[in-house]
């Protein structure tokens, strides 16, 4: 039995695009695995450790590999919690909106905890930076207003699919597949249609396969 933690980030819930095909995704995912279980992480439901005073000191202690204080312990716990969590996962989904080219800030607050030396990734000067959460499957769910494919010119503003890729990448994951709603916005009602009916094919053709 796997487990599959899937990663919320539009606080815009019954009128998000990124949610509607994530929520698709998973019930198809859910009748082809039936075995397996769901945990749900909404960044817009979640405290996230806030990257200050003694959680930024503690972060800096662990990077020159010192001994953080009792101080620094108990504020480090949260973000100890945050990556159990997130690493106790097989698979994945992030389902995230566009926001000024790239993700939401409640998105980047997590994924600023989840990175982390000696925890998600590490470093020597002979091998370089090597990624720790190996082995697992990814699925990202991107949602746009405008359009960013190579056809359209404006590919170089799209900060969001290439941070995620690459964010990951630096932490371990190599098998990262993706779906892009886009544009969810302008457009008429029946190309807007069109374009949700084939990202809900695609994202039945990932459940089984995934
Ligand atoms: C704060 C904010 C910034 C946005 N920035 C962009 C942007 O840079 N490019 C774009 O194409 N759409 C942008 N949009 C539109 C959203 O990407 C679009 O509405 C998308 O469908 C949101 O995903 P959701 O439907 O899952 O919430 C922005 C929306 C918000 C609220």
Redesign the pocket.
């Known amino acids: 039995m796997a487990k599959l933690l899937y990663i919320e980030s ?3 819930k019954e ?6 095909i994530s929520k698709y995704f998973l019930d198809e995912y859910l009748k082809a695995h039936p075995a397996d279980g769901v945990a749900v992480v909404d960044l817009w439901n979640k405290d996230l450790p806030s990257f200050d005073g003694e959680v930024i000191n503690a972060k800096y202690a662990i990077m020159h590999g010192k001994e953080t204080t009792p101080e620094q312990k108990r504020a480090w716990k949260p973000v100890e919690n945050l990556i159990t969590e997130f690493k106790s996962a097989d698979k994945y989904v992030i ?8 993700i ?1 800030y409640r998105l980047k607050h997590y994924i600023d905890a989840l990175v982390q030396p000696g925890y998600t990734f590490t470093f020597s000067p002979e091998s370089g930076y090597q990624g720790l959460v190996t082995g697992k499957k990814m699925l990202l769910i991107f ?6 494919g190579p056809e359209t010119g404006a590919q170089q ?1 799209d900060f969001q699919k290439s941070y995620m890729e690459t964010i990951l990448g630096f932490i371990g994951f190599k098998d990262i597949e993706s779906i892009v ?5 302008g457009g008429n009602k029946e190309a807007k249609e069109a374009m949700m009916k084939q990202c809900q094919e695609k994202a039945a053709a990932f459940a089984h396969s995934f």
């Open positions: 539009s606080p815009r009128r998000s695009a990124s949610i509607a389902s995230l909106p566009m926001w000024n080219f790239t939401p949602a746009r207003g405008g359009a960013y503003l709603i886009e544009p969810t916005m």
